[in-house]
């Protein structure tokens, strides 16, 4: 049975490859494996049926005959655990590949994000400002500085490509157009290195064409 994810029916970073989905994509791509795409509405993602799918409403959802599952690292973890070329055959391996998985996700991936909201979501407050924001950014470069120096001169995080990389790479590129992942040449040099992998390009070309359709330019 091929799975069926979810993705938006125009998405808010306008191509971008920024949105959740890109992340599963990906994963799919890499280990060869065919995907459909159910494309969702704003209000249909608020609303029951969906919510029965994703409690939160948001994207991406997979749905592969009984098993239905949400949040992004979940799914490319499942993917990975049950398709070769994203995990490494040895225990050990396997076990760090996860662990980056869950160090994107967890440990870099929140400032970034906050970063992103905060003059959506704290614009009028007191406390909202410049100082702010450079606080914010300020907690992004000790993140980015830490991973810097694990990954030194090496081409991935832990030997060969693995989800560990393609989730860190997808957490690295919300940062694209801040200027801060540029102070950082090796982690610069990194995401390239992930963007030019012909898997990246598919999923990327797919959530692009999504874009496209939507916004009417071919």
Do not use: C
Not at 21 to 49: C, I, N, T
Not at 61 to 66: M, P, V
Not at 86 to 102: N, Q, V
């Amino acid at each position: 049975m091929i799975p069926t994810i979810t993705a938006f029916e125009s998405s808010p970073d306008r191509g971008k490859g920024q949105a959740r989905d890109m992340r599963v994509r990906w994963a799919f791509e890499e280990v060869g494996q065919p995907y459909e795409v159910r494309l969702v509405s704003f209000r249909e993602m608020k609303e029951a049926a969906y919510r029965a799918l994703q409690p939160f409403g948001q994207i991406p959802t997979y749905q592969e005959g009984d098993l239905a599952l949400f949040e992004s690292g979940a799914i490319v973890l499942h993917i990975a655990q049950h398709h070769a070329g994203l995990l490494p055959d040895d225990p050990h391996g396997r076990a760090r590949a996860i662990m980056w998985m869950f160090a994107a996700l967890n440990t870099v991936e929140p400032p970034i994000v906050e970063h992103e909201q905060a003059p959506y979501v704290e614009r009028g407050q007191p406390w909202y400002g410049r100082e702010r924001l450079s606080f914010l950014e300020d907690r992004i470069r000790v993140r980015l500085a830490e991973l810097s120096r694990r990954l030194g001169d090496d081409g991935w995080l832990d030997g060969a490509f693995s989800a560990g990389d393609l989730m860190m790479v997808m957490v690295l590129r919300r940062l694209n157009g801040s200027g801060m992942l540029e102070e950082y040449p090796n982690l610069a040099a990194y995401v390239a290195r992930g963007e030019a992998r012909p898997a990246f390009q598919r999923a990327f070309a797919a959530q692009l064409a999504v874009f496209l359709a939507a916004s009417g330019d071919r």
